[in-house]
């Protein structure tokens, strides 16, 4: 089992609409948890971290964590076109550095 | 500000040469790291330093080898590149590290290596 999943997608949405990124991470001990987007051919830039039970809002962005479930989320709502990029998915284990999955593509259509 | 600067931005190596990926942060963060991005595989940690003077092996270190003599500079070296080590490299740095308190890690522009 890899340490931290998200589908891979593409994940594709119209403009406007929300976008629904998962991930889900198998070191119940996690405690910190990260998203970040990835621009093709550029680096990743931190948005949202969280670390209680709960939904945290950041603007258009609401990260969800479920530690019961092991389960992260990002929500996008009002998806714009400058959406589109790779989010990453991050997990901070006990006693080790930050893990991160393989990313979801998004698209968002005009 | 710069934040983290890397170099070179692209380079094609031949199998057996050797090169070195230069990192610099400006922030004064202790803590540093390289990491290697594959297509599909997600970002895989090759080693990190947490000052000065001291670092340690991530999940993937064989073929690299680290220095940090300075908290700004963070070189990462390849020794007899191979084709396996085609990749995407990253150097990221950050405030803290861990669960201690909340902080995300800052890239750089990264490195796309080719080794043919």
């Known amino acids: 089992q890899k340490e931290v999943e998200q589908n891979s997608g593409p994940l594709s949405v119209p403009e406007g609409a929300i976008a629904s990124l998962n991930c889900t991470y198998s070191d119940r001990g996690s405690q910190s948890f990260f998203w970040y987007r990835q621009y093709s051919g550029k680096s990743p830039e931190l948005i949202m971290f969280?670390?209680?039970?709960g939904d945290k809002e950041d603007g258009r962005f609401t990260a969800q964590l479920n530690k019961a479930s092991q389960y992260v989320s990002l929500l996008i709502r009002d998806s714009q076109p400058s959406d589109s990029a790779t989010y990453l998915c991050?997990?901070?284990?006990?006693?080790?550095?930050?893990?991160f999955g393989a990313g979801t593509r998004l698209t968002v259509k005009p | 500000n710069a934040g983290v600067t890397q170099t070179p931005k692209f380079r094609i190596l031949k199998i057996g040469q050797s090169m070195t990926l230069q990192c610099t942060q400006d922030?004064?963060?202790?803590?540093m790291y390289w990491y290697r991005q594959d297509p599909g595989m997600g970002l895989k940690l090759i080693y990190y330093s947490v000052g000065a003077g001291i670092t340690d092996k991530g999940e993937v270190p064989n073929g690299y080898n680290v220095s940090r003599s300075t908290t700004e500079d963070f070189p990462l070296r390849l020794e007899l590149a191979a084709p396996s080590q085609t990749s995407v490299y990253f150097c990221?740095?950050?405030?803290?590290?861990?669960?201690?308190?909340?902080?995300?890690?800052?890239f750089g522009s990264g490195t796309r290596l080719t080794v043919v």
């Open positions: 922030m004064n963060h202790n803590y």
């Open positions: 990221a740095s950050s405030r803290s590290r861990g669960v201690q308190a909340d902080y995300g890690y800052t």
């Open positions: 969280i670390y209680s039970n």
């Open positions: 991050a997990v901070t284990p006990p006693n080790n550095d930050m893990r």
